[in-house]
């Protein structure tokens, strides 16, 4: 298969990805409003088991699937047929979108993030692929909404920034965008739950103390425990914050030093990461701090995740630096 | 300071909300007094706040660095930012806003952070050196009320019974599974997870050694910039850079002696496809004298490949052109000649210049303009750049005389021209004459000023020269710094006690209980299975 014919599927492959996925986020967006209908009054005994199974299981798993639930039920809730049909046009859409990225790398002959374009895509499939192995290793179904919604908004906005295949800069030809790159990728995908988990938490803590009691029904019902998601957060940035420092504080300095003959000037792009760090750091810190645990931790979350997406986006566009090619 | 809740994991001591929570008692050395335990977690509670703090106000410290140029990034870009904000830029200057990063108020906030992570380092380095010591806490009276505590009997035909027995096999499990285990009468209390708290403090140390190196680096290195027109050289002393910044203890003189002498520099860009124009390769080659007298050897630098000379980084940062001009002043005579590197002003390699001629007769001349390396007539008439390289090469230039303002004693850029005394040159038309020359052309100035000849073109080097005296020393301390992270992070200190009493008929009553200092998601299974494995008593025979 020639370039062209390569760069033509690649396309193909990121836009029915897009297509896909939007009908999965709006599957999940139903299964929520769904779940909002399910009155207490009238819940089935099917129904009644879900909620019930999902929040009096207390330590048994991080998230009680709602999947797993779903399997053992004869008839599962309308929720859960919603909600099973979505998670698996998120597994299509993200087959699709792995297709379009690795047509575009053969395409382009290298790895497929050379240009913001191409970060988005690429971006958009890590945060799917974590999504996605964190599904199975502790079933955060329920983070489904905003992850595919954020994945469609990304793959959305990166029509803006399109640009054909094509090779590399001189100034990114270094494995060290490799590992630099990768490693941002990847705890960026894991930013992306970990935000999620840390904006729900705060929906669910609000809620439960506006009742003074745990929410058990509607769409907030369908979530863990605010403890499990305190947890989930705390590990999920446990596993980002350790590839960031990787990413922001040792490859990028080794490539810059390469490419531009310093290791760290604060570029713009530099000042950020450090800034996502720093709120990272911070984040760590008001895990141990009394007053902070809980919500002001999941606030700093979500400003870590404000820092790093104004990073990506706003830096690239509205302020020019040494980095201003692309991510 | 640290990741981790030294909270005992009590997870039901929570509001259901999970809202703010009271100060949990700090699970510190079991020999202090409560006075002492107090003041100890008081002092703890308030270096983790201030740490915290001052880090959310780093954080926003740094933001403006990003949004306004900065001297030591971009001075030509905080030039321009001057000339365009006129009235904000004195207040920003009194603020220190154009070098956030080295402005007394940033330091003063990472001075701050410093001492609070070592203030924060050395009592908690005496806290864990004697928890190192220290032997596995004792066995609480009530197991039962423990978050994971299970109990069960030993029959009196299983064996080997006995509570002696079952606690003995109890140890060796514990001491199977790393934990530091001792054994009293009637119990056994373990613990493990020590390499927690070392890695948070390895973390923590490592990072005062990266800001070490950084401040090391930062006063002793250097770094400068240099433009470099083929065929032409530059040796490394103060004077020939066009711009130079070092640490306040790095002296012009330790500038190691070399010379370089630049052949040829190559910018290739895509000719064709959808990223035509794009950068596709930039190289210097020449040769280079590591100190006076000795033999000169070849170079090749490209981006991501610098020269290494004598310690010091040759880094090829950017590449141009530079037009050669020969300019005749009225009387015939050749007052300047040579090449005038332009800068580049976009992707296409638009570039800017000035020319200087003090020496010109009747009046000095002064011309600004613009280099097109692809030149063609734009959609306004007007010429453009539509390649970066000079397949088409046109200098377009305006003419001014008069007084340079040269002998003023006020230094000048070589890039800009200062019009106070200057008039542009018009044509016959009473409008500014635009010159419009390619490479081999001559005009001739109107009213016997003189004229300019574009010779040919010639493409100049920016390399940055750069020394950064333990450079290594940041990342290894940042690769150490990660390792203690990771073991902050992912060890999970638990306790264990195991109790086991004679109930009479030969059968013994075992209690387990565990206790996580740092919440996991299920104490409950990883105790069933424990308990699983201690009713697993070695039968005779079995090598247990």
Same mark, same amino acid.
Request: aromatic content about 8%; some cysteine; proline content about 7%.
């Given at each position: 298969?020639?370039?062209?014919?390569?760069?033509?599927?690649?396309?193909?492959?990121?836009?029915?990805?897009?297509?896909?996925?939007?009908?999965?986020?709006?599957?999940?967006?139903?299964?929520?409003?769904?779940?909002?209908?399910?009155?207490?009054?009238?819940?089935?005994?099917?129904?009644?088991?879900?909620?019930?199974?999902?929040?009096?299981?207390?330590?048994?798993?991080?998230?009680?699937?709602?999947?797993?639930?779903?399997?053992?039920?004869?008839?599962?809730?309308?929720?859960?047929?919603?909600?099973?049909?979505?998670?698996?046009?998120?597994?299509?859409?993200?087959?699709?979108?792995?297709?379009?990225?690795?047509?575009?790398?053969?395409?382009?002959?290298?790895?497929?993030?050379?240009?913001?374009?191409?970060?988005?895509?690429?971006?958009?499939?890590?945060?799917?692929?974590?999504?996605?192995?964190?599904?199975?290793?502790?079933?955060?179904?329920?983070?489904?909404?905003?992850?595919?919604?954020?994945?469609?908004?990304?793959?959305?906005?990166?029509?803006?920034?399109?640009?054909?295949?094509?090779?590399?800069?001189?100034?990114?030809?270094?494995?060290?965008?490799?590992?630099?790159?990768?490693?941002?990728?990847?705890?960026?995908?894991?930013?992306?739950?970990?935000?999620?988990?840390?904006?729900?938490?705060?929906?669910?803590?609000?809620?439960?103390?506006?009742?003074?009691?745990?929410?058990?029904?509607?769409?907030?019902?369908?979530?863990?425990?605010?403890?499990?998601?305190?947890?989930?957060?705390?590990?999920?940035?446990?596993?980002?914050?350790?590839?960031?420092?990787?990413?922001?504080?040792?490859?990028?300095?080794?490539?810059?030093?390469?490419?531009?003959?310093?290791?760290?000037?604060?570029?713009?792009?530099?000042?950020?990461?450090?800034?996502?760090?720093?709120?990272?750091?911070?984040?760590?810190?008001?895990?141990?701090?009394?007053?902070?645990?809980?919500?002001?931790?999941?606030?700093?979350?979500?400003?870590?995740?404000?820092?790093?997406?104004?990073?990506?986006?706003?830096?690239?566009?509205?302020?020019?630096?040494?980095?201003?090619?692309?991510? | 300071?640290?990741?981790?809740?030294?909270?005992?994991?009590?997870?039901?001591?929570?509001?259901?909300?999970?809202?703010?929570?009271?100060?949990?008692?700090?699970?510190?050395?079991?020999?202090?007094?409560?006075?002492?335990?107090?003041?100890?977690?008081?002092?703890?509670?308030?270096?983790?706040?201030?740490?915290?703090?001052?880090?959310?106000?780093?954080?926003?410290?740094?933001?403006?660095?990003?949004?306004?140029?900065?001297?030591?990034?971009?001075?030509?870009?905080?030039? /321009?930012?001057?000339?365009?904000?006129?009235?904000?830029?004195?207040?920003?200057?009194?603020?220190?806003?154009?070098?956030?990063?080295?402005?007394?108020?940033?330091?003063?906030?990472?001075?701050?952070?410093?001492?609070?992570?070592?203030?924060?380092?050395?009592?908690?380095?005496?806290?864990?050196?004697?928890?190192?010591?220290? /032997?596995?806490?004792?066995?609480?009276? /009530?197991?039962?009320?423990?978050?994971?505590?299970?109990?069960?009997?030993?029959? +009196?035909?299983?064996?080997?019974?006995? +509570?002696?027995?079952?606690?003995?096999?109890?140890?060796?499990?514990?001491?199977?599974?790393?934990?530091?285990?001792?054994?009293?009468?009637?119990?056994?209390?373990?613990?493990?997870?020590?390499?927690?708290? +070392?890695?948070?403090?390895?973390?923590?140390?490592?990072?005062?050694?990266?800001?070490?190196?950084?401040?090391?680096?930062?006063?002793?290195?250097?770094?400068?910039?240099?433009?470099?027109?083929?065929?032409?050289?530059?040796?490394?002393?103060?004077?020939?850079?066009?711009?130079?910044?070092?640490?306040?203890?790095?002296?012009?003189?330790?500038?190691?002696?070399?010379?370089?002498?630049?052949?040829?520099?190559?910018?290739?860009?895509?000719?064709?496809?959808?990223?035509?124009?794009?950068?596709?390769?930039?190289?210097?080659?020449?040769?280079?004298?590591?100190?006076?007298?000795?033999?000169?050897?070849?170079?090749?630098?490209?981006?991501?490949?610098?020269?290494?000379?004598?310690?010091?980084?040759?880094?090829?940062?950017?590449?141009?052109?530079?037009?050669?001009?020969?300019?005749?002043?009225?009387?015939?005579?050749?007052?300047?000649?040579?090449?005038?590197?332009?800068?580049?002003?976009?992707?296409?390699?638009?570039?800017?210049?000035?020319?200087?001629?003090?020496?010109?007769?009747?009046?000095?001349?002064?011309?600004?303009?613009?280099?097109?390396?692809?030149?063609?007539?734009?959609?306004?008439?007007?010429?453009?750049?539509?390649?970066?390289?000079?397949?088409?090469?046109?200098?377009?230039?305006?003419?001014?005389?008069?007084?340079?303002?040269?002998?003023?004693?006020?230094?000048?850029?070589?890039?800009?021209?200062?019009?106070?005394?200057?008039?542009?040159?018009?044509?016959?038309?009473?409008?500014?004459?635009?010159?419009?020359?390619?490479?081999?052309?001559?005009?001739?100035?109107?009213?016997?000023?003189?004229?300019?000849?574009?010779?040919?073109? +010639?493409?100049?080097?920016?390399?940055?020269?750069?020394?950064?005296?333990?450079?290594?020393?940041?990342?290894?301390?940042?690769?150490?710094?990660?390792?203690?992270?990771?073991?902050?992070?992912?060890? /999970?200190?638990?306790?264990?006690?195991?109790?086991?009493?004679?109930?009479?008929?030969?059968?013994?009553?075992?209690?387990?209980?565990?206790?996580?200092?740092?919440?996991?998601?299920?104490?409950?299974?990883?105790?069933?299975?424990?308990?699983?494995?201690?009713?697993?008593?070695?039968?005779?025979?079995?090598?247990?």
């Amino acid at each position: 298969m020639n370039t062209e014919a390569l760069a033509q599927l690649a396309n193909v492959g990121v836009a029915s990805a897009t297509v896909v996925l939007a009908l999965a986020w709006l599957t999940h967006l139903v299964e929520w409003a769904a779940a909002r209908e399910v009155r207490p009054a009238r819940l089935d005994s099917d129904a009644s088991l879900v909620s019930a199974g999902g929040h009096s299981a207390g330590g048994s798993s991080p998230a009680t699937g709602v999947a797993a639930e779903g399997e053992t039920s004869p008839s599962p809730s309308r929720p859960d047929r919603f909600g099973q049909a979505g998670l698996s046009l998120t597994v299509l859409g993200t087959a699709l979108l792995a297709a379009g990225v690795l047509a575009r790398a053969l395409a382009a002959g290298r790895v497929p993030w050379g240009n913001m374009y191409e970060f988005a895509v690429t971006g958009a499939l890590v945060v799917l692929v974590v999504y996605l192995g964190l599904v199975l290793r502790a079933g955060i179904q329920w983070l489904a909404p905003i992850v595919t919604g954020f994945a469609v908004v990304v793959l959305g906005l990166a029509i803006l920034v399109y640009v054909p295949a094509g090779p590399l800069v001189p100034a990114l030809d270094s494995y060290w965008l490799v590992l630099h790159v990768s490693a941002a990728a990847i705890a960026g995908g894991a930013f992306v739950v970990g935000a999620g988990t840390s904006a729900l938490f705060l929906l669910k803590q609000r809620a439960e103390q506006r009742a003074g009691a745990p929410v058990t029904t509607g769409p907030l019902g369908r979530l863990p425990t605010t403890e499990q998601m305190d947890r989930l957060a705390f590990q999920v940035h446990a596993f980002a914050f350790p590839l960031w420092t990787f990413a922001a504080l040792i490859a990028g300095p080794i490539w810059a030093q390469n490419a531009w003959g310093r290791y760290w000037g604060w570029d713009p792009k530099e000042v950020w990461a450090f800034i996502t760090w720093v709120v990272y750091a911070g984040y760590l810190h008001a895990r141990a701090t009394a007053g902070w645990r809980g919500r002001g931790a999941a606030v700093l979350a979500l400003v870590g995740f404000a820092t790093f997406l104004f990073n990506f986006v706003g830096i690239n566009l509205f302020v020019s630096g040494l980095h201003s090619y692309a991510f | 300071m640290s990741a981790d809740t030294t909270a005992p994991a009590t997870r039901g001591a929570a509001p259901p909300g999970g809202g703010r929570i009271e100060p949990d008692a700090p699970v510190g050395p079991p020999t202090l007094s409560p006075g002492e335990l107090g003041r100890w977690a008081w002092r703890q509670l308030t270096s983790m706040r201030t740490a915290l703090l001052l880090l959310l106000v780093l954080a926003m410290a740094a933001v403006p660095g990003s949004l306004v140029p900065q001297e030591g990034v971009d001075s030509l870009a905080v030039a /321009r930012f001057r000339l365009t904000h006129p009235d904000l830029s004195p207040w920003l200057d009194r603020l220190g806003v154009f070098s956030v990063y080295s402005s007394p108020w940033f330091s003063a906030i990472y001075l701050l952070l410093v001492v609070s992570l070592i203030g924060c380092i050395i009592p908690r380095t005496q806290v864990y050196a004697r928890a190192l010591g220290a /032997r596995p806490p004792r066995t609480p009276s /009530r197991l039962d009320r423990l978050p994971a505590y299970a109990t069960y009997e030993v029959g +009196a035909d299983s064996g080997r019974t006995g +509570a002696d027995a079952v606690l003995e096999h109890a140890a060796a499990v514990l001491r199977r599974r790393r934990f530091r285990v001792d054994v009293d009468p009637g119990a056994v209390r373990a613990e493990k997870g020590y390499l927690r708290e +070392a890695g948070n403090l390895i973390f923590h140390v490592s990072l005062v050694v990266v800001l070490v190196g950084v401040a090391i680096g930062s006063l002793w290195g250097y770094r400068g910039n240099v433009i470099v027109v083929e065929g032409s050289g530059f040796s490394n002393t103060l004077t020939q850079y066009d711009e130079f910044t070092s640490g306040a203890l790095a002296t012009g003189s330790s500038l190691p002696p070399f010379t370089l002498s630049l052949q040829t520099l190559t910018a290739d860009f895509q000719t064709d496809g959808a990223q035509a124009g794009q950068p596709k390769l930039f190289e210097a080659t020449g040769t280079v004298t590591p100190a006076p007298g000795q033999i000169p050897r070849p170079f090749d630098i490209e981006v991501n490949h610098p020269l290494s000379v004598e310690g010091t980084s040759v880094f090829l940062v950017g590449s141009g052109y530079a037009p050669v001009v020969t300019v005749r002043d009225g009387d015939g005579q050749v007052v300047s000649s040579g090449p005038v590197p332009f800068l580049p002003t976009d992707s296409s390699y638009v570039s800017e210049g000035v020319l200087k001629v003090p020496d010109a007769e009747p009046a000095q001349l002064g011309m600004e303009g613009f280099f097109l390396p692809t030149a063609a007539r734009g959609p306004d008439g007007l010429p453009v750049s539509v390649f970066p390289e000079a397949t088409n090469p046109a200098l377009s230039l305006f003419v001014y005389s008069g007084d340079l303002g040269l002998d003023d004693g006020e230094p000048q850029s070589v890039y800009s021209l200062d019009k106070d005394d200057l008039d542009v040159v018009q044509g016959d038309d009473q409008s500014p004459e635009r010159l419009l020359l390619r490479p081999g052309d001559t005009a001739r100035l109107p009213d016997g000023l003189g004229s300019v000849t574009f010779d040919k073109v +010639a493409e100049f080097a920016r390399l940055q020269i750069a020394s950064a005296p333990l450079a290594w020393l940041p990342l290894a301390g940042l690769v150490v710094a990660i390792g203690g992270l990771l073991l902050s992070l992912y060890v /999970r200190p638990r306790r264990a006690w195991v109790r086991a009493r004679p109930a009479g008929d030969g059968r013994t009553v075992v209690e387990v209980a565990l206790l996580d200092r740092v919440a996991r998601a299920d104490p409950v299974s990883d105790l069933d299975e424990l308990v699983a494995e201690l009713r697993h008593l070695p039968q005779k025979g079995d090598l247990a």
